[in-house]
């Protein structure tokens, strides 16, 4: 049988790249952002949040440098005349059979701690039999995920808790109505070592995955007459340093983060001035993320001018959202199409987190369509928005929108509408990498603050915050 093609894990060499690092710890995600000194985006990084805020922080930053890396690809190729139609094609395949090999030892790490729980637990159900249907469930997600995401399908989510999640209780279920094993017995089996997946600190490496990758695929991504030279421009990637120069953490945790004073800032400073980065002409900011809502006002340099926070409670943020896709049983990103499927808009009373299932029950008993039920949250959770811009000076033009929710089309639209209704024509910018507009501002920070520079990032990183 002959082998295929793999790569070498080799010593760092090459001229160094000068990076600064901000990352933006959420109450619900933590993400990262990498820039060079002229203030390009090399490479950002998305991971849930957690109660180890480190954790998070190092999964982001991890992520962040691996696509760091795949930029650093796309432009050694572009030079070396590479990315011809053929070339931009292996380039997403490669992408994505990155993030399935990626996938994959998260799922065996997965696999063996579910394996381990049963040997150490007891179950009414036979141990074998446990055992063998375990089997069988990795077997099935491991098929699926290189079928959906190594062939160039759409994955549903960027998160492995939420992707190997939905495959194993798919499987599960199916056993379950097949009368092998009680669903709840192997879901119990899943939340029992998930958590511990998540917060494995263990740092795999862009080499070490990448030399899996090929290790499982070979370079048949690859036109065959140019083989050589991208393995090459990938060796070479793979062990290029990185000189990590800066790095300002912020966010909803800031407070917990393992850093220096020094290198913490304010989000409401870094919302603003990474929205103004994003889109020069901003004069107002709103970001809804998952635990709060800020309205920011910014001059034409990005400096915050005034603003108005909700920090109190989620009424009206990503998390109210998350609880009505829950008692829904549908996933987040299902909820602004649903809503704009609507025929008519109900109106809401209250948005209030803690009341969410009764109030959407409630609604569905008195023979509300869950699609006006759904219009009619995102207009009330946009009103408490516009409510807050208001306090903050109102919106002035250029308006930008960042944050989670901006993802949402239907909140996105019932912000247009009542923008128009109170403040007129209006231009409003939403970027597709909203969601990471903190982190960049933290990064832009880290570039700008000859404090934080002083500091190596791995020094940042394990160094007890300061009081």
């Known amino acids: 049988m002959q082998r295929r093609p793999s790569i070498k894990i080799c010593r760092a060499r090459g001229t160094k790249v000068e990076c600064f690092i901000g990352i933006d710890l959420g109450s619900t995600t933590t993400k990262a952002v990498i820039i060079d000194r002229n203030r390009n985006i090399l490479g950002s990084g998305i991971t849930n949040s957690r ?40 380039l997403v395949r490669l992408g994505n059979e990155f993030f399935v090999q990626d996938f994959l030892i998260q799922l ?48 549903k989510s960027d998160f492995f808790r939420d992707l190997a999640g939905a495959y194993y209780q798919e499987s599960a279920e199916r056993y379950a109505r097949e009368g092998k094993i009680p669903f709840e017995l192997l879901m119990s089996v899943f939340d029992g070592v998930i958590f511990l997946v998540e917060n494995s600190m263990e740092e795999k490496g862009f080499a070490e995955i990448m030399k899996g990758l090929f290790d499982r695929v070979g370079f048949g991504i690859f036109p065959k007459e140019r083989e050589t030279d991208w393995r090459e421009l990938i060796e070479a990637t793979a062990s290029t340093p990185f000189n ?11 407070q917990r983060l393992p850093f220096p004073k020094e290198c913490i800032q304010s989000e409401i ?53 998350g609880y009505i896709a829950d008692e829904m049983n549908i996933g987040l990103h299902e909820l602004g199409p649903l809503a704009l499927e609507a025929g008519k808009c109900v109106r809401i009373n209250s948005t209030c987190t803690v009341f969410a299932g009764a109030e959407l ?15 009619g949250l995102h207009r009330a959770i946009i009103l408490r928005a516009m409510s807050l811009l208001a306090r903050s000076g109102g919106i002035r033009n250029e308006f930008t929108f960042t944050g989670g929710v901006a993802k949402n089309p239907a909140a996105v639209k019932a912000l247009g509408q009542l923008v128009y209704e109170n403040y007129g024509e209006m231009q409003m910018n939403i970027h597709p990498d909203s969601i990471f507009t903190g982190a960049l501002g933290a990064a832009l920070f880290g570039l700008e603050r000859p404090a934080a520079q002083m500091l190596p990032t791995n020094q940042v990183l394990s160094r007890p915050r300061e009081s």
Do not use: P
């Open 51 to 90: 109660s180890n805020y480190d954790v998070a922080c190092k999964i982001a930053r991890e992520e962040a440098f691996t696509n760091a890396r795949f930029s650093l690809i796309r432009g050694k190729a572009k030079q070396r005349g590479l990315l011809n139609s053929e070339g931009e094609k292996a």
């Open 108 to 155: 065996w790490n997965l696999r063996d701690l579910a394996t381990e729980r049963l040997r150490n637990e007891r179950y009414a159900t036979s141990r074998l039999t446990l055992q063998k249907i375990l089997r069988e469930i990795f077997e099935d997600i491991e098929e699926k995920a290189m079928k959906d995401v190594g062939g160039g399908g759409r994955r």
């Open 244 to 254: 990590e120069a800066g790095m300002i953490g912020t966010g909803y945790g800031r």
């Open 269 to 321: 400073l870094c919302h603003g001035y990474g929205a103004h980065h994003m889109f020069g002409g901003t004069a107002t900011v709103l970001d809804i993320g998952g635990q709060d809502t800020k309205a920011i006002q910014v001059d034409e340099r990005g400096v915050v001018t005034s603003f108005q926070m909700n920090d109190r409670c989620a009424a009206g943020c990503g998390r109210y959202l």
């Open 361 to 375: 029950r409630d609604r569905l008993a008195l023979g509300e369509r869950r699609e006006d039920i759904l219009l």
